[in-house]
């Protein structure tokens, strides 16, 4: 609370408010936190991410805070276990009973499944990989994920080149599902940059935790708040913020259009819809586009205004249809939020961005296509960064193509390696950083080339 709005607690925080904040939430929170030995003051107390203790104990709930009231849900069953006033932690309106805590069973169980993702990022690290190697890693009745299914979801692993290999994986249970669980897992590689995080299903067949297909046929790659300053060719600056969709049908199951309805966007919702030429990701319907130099497909504009109607975990929903009529039924419908909603023009300023160094000129031979684009780079001062990706595109009028690599915050410089077309010529290109938060809201810098 005091860290989202600190001007309102200037005069009141003390040492003491601090201390008795602690002690009512550890009386609130009580027989959770004996069952795991975590009945600690979180201030003073060590901690490690090992599924142990405190780890544990936020393995299985969330803390929400909202309106000024707590809310301690159990992940596992989404039941509300404890609640309280932020002003009143003394007197919570519900308490942790005995019943209320979550089973030892499932620390046991995302062990098992930690173990396995270990056994999994060995296979993914290898050079010769095949199919093979990663059949024991998938449910025998695997299903679907993201319009994929088992064979394709395997050759869609065999497809992934990080530049360095992966050291590990940081899991976060999200919920149990059909007998499983639903985790993310962050991908933190040896250069430590990241990757993710990626949504997971595991299940436990014949006593082994294998993946599992999410049942869907459509595809939500991106779904965030973002704004977006532009370094125009004549050296002049645009700056627009809104919601970045990514919405697509990777394995062709007949998704011709999509309607997002939620927060910020008009009543009807917005549309998008497949490309004439074919192709399988959806882009915003004429309609609903803005003329911007580039993300005019994927980036709804949204004004101020618009944007501050946007509140935390704000929750949006997809249809996805099979033509264009969206008077009949959806093919499936998905639900999406968003943890906080875009940044105003208002609030932003150069602190926001991630910056960069090295790229000079304009002419699309600094992009250095079919070379290598070497820069440095350093994250936003007024934000955090959760994940930064370098990319390029480049493209002429009737094809493109991109690199991307993700960056590693423990590093100022980098580079980004490109094929030049055999069979056309690029005649425009540009590079962009992206920065994500913690809340998932984009902020990008993008350098035009022409």
């Keep these: 609370v005091v860290f989202g709005d600190p001007t309102s607690y200037v005069g009141s925080l003390s040492q003491a408010a601090v201390d008795d904040a602690i ?218 913020s809104g919601i970045i969709l990514g919405l697509g049908d990777p394995g062709n199951k007949g998704l011709q259009k999509a309607v997002v309805a939620g927060p910020g966007l008009p009543s009807g919702g917005i549309s998008l819809s497949k490309p004439a030429g074919g192709g399988t990701v959806l882009s915003l319907d004429n309609v609903y586009r803005s003329a911007l130099p580039t993300d005019a497909g994927n980036l709804y504009v949204l004004n101020d205004a618009r944007i501050s109607e946007i509140s935390g975990n704000a929750s949006y929903t997809v249809n996805f249809y099979a033509t264009d009529n969206t008077s009949q039924a959806p093919v499936e419908t998905r639900t999406v939020s968003l943890p906080k909603g875009p940044f105003t023009r208002a609030e932003v300023t150069l602190g926001y961005f991630p910056t960069f160094t090295g790229i000079a000129s304009h002419d699309i031979a600094a992009a250095q296509i079919g070379g290598t684009l070497s820069f440095g780079y350093a994250a936003p001062g007024k934000v955090s960064s959760a994940l930064m990706l370098a990319e390029l595109n480049y493209w002429d009028d009737a094809n493109q193509a991109n690199v991307s690599v993700a960056l590693s915050p423990e590093r100022r410089s980098a580079s980004i390696s490109s094929s030049a077309p055999e069979t056309w010529a690029p005649t425009q290109a540009c590079f962009q950083m992206e920065n994500f938060d913690t809340f998932r809201r984009q902020t990008k810098v993008v350098w035009l080339f022409d």
């Design 23 to 240: 002690t009512n939430m550890r009386a609130m929170l009580q027989p959770l936190l004996d069952q795991y030995d975590a009945n600690v003051d979180p201030l003073v107390s060590s901690y490690v991410a090992d599924h142990r203790k405190l780890d544990a104990v936020f393995d299985l709930v969330t803390i929400e805070i909202s309106s000024g009231t707590v809310t301690v849900t159990d992940k596992t069953t989404g039941n509300i276990i404890a609640q309280a006033a932020t002003n009143d932690l003394a007197h919570p309106s519900r308490k942790v009973q005995s019943a209320d805590v979550p089973s030892q069973q499932v620390i046991d169980d995302i062990d098992g499944i930690n173990a396995k993702l270990s056994e999994l990022i060995t296979v993914l690290n290898k050079s010769d990989k095949t199919a093979t190697d990663l059949d024991p890693f998938f449910a025998d009745n695997y299903g679907t994920n993201d319009g994929l299914n088992r064979t394709e979801a395997m050759d869609y692993l065999l497809g992934w080149n990080f530049p360095v290999s992966i050291s590990k994986a940081n899991l976060t249970l999200v919920m149990k599902y059909n007998g499983g669980y639903i985790i993310t897992a962050l991908l933190r590689l040896s250069d430590s940059s990241l990757y993710g995080p990626y949504v997971l299903i595991f299940v436990s067949e014949n006593g082994t935790w294998k993946l599992k297909g999410n049942g869907y046929k459509s595809a939500i790659y991106l779904f965030s708040g973002c704004t977006t300053k532009w370094i125009k060719t004549d050296a002049s600056e645009e700056m627009e």
